[in-house]
């Protein structure tokens, strides 16, 4: 059944509560780039923001991963979204007053990247408490997919009118407020005595830490898949930071323009998640991974050479498709690998292979950009992926056999399953 996971009260109340929240995400996600290169004009100050944002989520995502695997996940997500809403608020204040200035985008674009240090391996962590049935977690997941890129189809294109008709702020203002909705839902969710199920664990942060990445490392399809999403963070996603340049001064367009490029890749990626939530099992989903990967390549490399608003904006559904699909099912695939009681570590380092590579990319290509033009710089970067997306492709039977053992000992697989994974 596509919608099987909403059947869990808890997830039920997260789904509804996140979807309102997102929209807010993704149209203050617009309105930060396009603010931000009205102000300075500049594809490198571009990257330097994005970079600024992101960086300090991969130094503290390690750290926070140990954390939730030793906390009350349903508490430390509460406190994230409060913080995260006082960033969004406080930044409508200085755009809406007039006061706002490069160096403050920096300071409240580090202050977000802390809070979603600690939100995104948490927040994946909690998925699993949800759903009380494990059968139901991939479709958890690909329902948050689903989520996530139907609300891209809604926030982007609502950002680009309201730029147009009042600015920034009423962007930054709304996504602030929006937070309510998913607070509410955390507050009405019910678990047994004692939160979280898990047991707690005591001693070294450090230790623990370690412990965490030898067993992902340890791993080979943990591990590779791992550095396959890096590898995507870095040399593919980095085009996003690059939307305004794109949008203003190759395609000739406005806000408008670049919301409804947003929005296409929402198209894309709502199939992909469709796809995703449909599936009963793991069976195919390395192949899928890999395949998608070069679906996302190619269809970067056209958008990349593209001055057609038409061309390009055909490009924008592959593009998003490969994206989620990626993201989406490499999630499911480390969730049904992981041990409970390392949970929240190991999406801590899925969340790192984007919140840490991701800002190194777009810095890398913001620079790259400014010395031989957006389209050559994220051209390049999309080959060098693509060949490591054919490399992935060649190892996956190898990494099925390694897997299957523990799909069969986690019961995710009958135990006379020996399908592809």
């Known amino acids: 059944m596509l919608f099987r996971a909403l059947r869990h009260r808890n997830f039920r109340l997260f789904f509804t509560g996140q979807g309102l929240s997102l929209v807010g995400t993704w149209m203050q996600r617009i309105a930060m780039g396009w603010l931000v290169y009205r102000l300075t004009d500049s594809a490198l100050v571009l990257g330097m923001i994005g970079f600024a944002s992101q960086v300090p989520s991969f130094l503290v995502a390690p750290f926070a991963g140990v954390i939730a695997d030793r906390v009350d996940r349903h508490r430390l997500l509460f406190v994230t979204q ?25 300071v409240l674009g580090v202050m977000l990247g802390v809070v979603n240090g600690f939100d995104m391996p948490v927040r994946q962590a909690f998925v699993s408490q949800m759903v009380d049935d494990r059968a139901d977690l991939g479709n958890a997941i690909a329902l948050n997919s ?49 939160g979280d199920t898990k047991e707690r664990r005591a001693g070294s942060l450090f230790r623990q830490l370690r412990e965490g990445a030898r067993y992902a490392g340890g791993f080979p ?9 890096a590898a995507f963070s870095l040399f593919g996603l980095p085009y996003l930071q690059l939307l305004p340049v794109f949008a203003r001064d190759i395609l000739n367009g406005g806000p408008e323009a670049m919301g409804w490029l947003m929005g296409a890749t929402g198209v894309g990626a709502l199939v992909g998640a469709w796809m995703l939530a449909r599936r009963d099992t793991v069976i195919g989903l390395g192949s899928f991974i890999g395949r998608a990967a070069l679906v996302f390549g190619f269809a970067l490399s056209v958008f990349s050479f593209s001055t057609q608003f038409w061309l390009s904006l055909a490009m924008m559904p592959f593009i998003g498709f490969g994206q989620v699909a990626m993201f989406a099912a490499g999630n499911t695939l480390l969730q049904n690998l992981v041990d409970d009681d390392k949970r929240g570590r190991v999406m801590s380092f899925y969340s790192m292979t984007w919140m840490g590579f991701f800002p190194l990319g777009t810095l890398l290509m913001g620079a790259l950009a400014d010395q031989i033009g957006a389209g050559r710089a994220v051209f390049a970067s999309t080959i060098v992926f693509m060949v490591l997306g054919v490399l992935f492709l060649t190892r996956v039977p190898r990494l099925r056999a390694m897997a299957l053992p523990v799909y069969h000992r986690n ?10 994974s």
């Open 82 to 106: 409060i913080a995260a809403m006082l960033q969004a608020l406080l930044l409508a204040m200085l755009v809406m007053s007039g006061q706002v200035q490069v160096w403050h985008l920096f």
């Open 146 to 194: 689903t989520l996530v890129n139907g609300s891209r189809l809604i926030g982007p294109s609502l950002a680009g009118l309201l730029i147009a008709l009042w600015g920034e702020g009423i962007c930054f203002l709304l996504n602030g407020l929006s937070y309510l909705a998913v607070l509410y839902s955390l507050r009405v969710m019910r678990f047994p005595k004692g």
């Open 221 to 229: 399809p943990i591990r590779e898949l791992l550095m396959l999403l």
């Open 411 to 420: 019961g995710v697989l009958p135990a006379d399953a020996g399908a592809q």
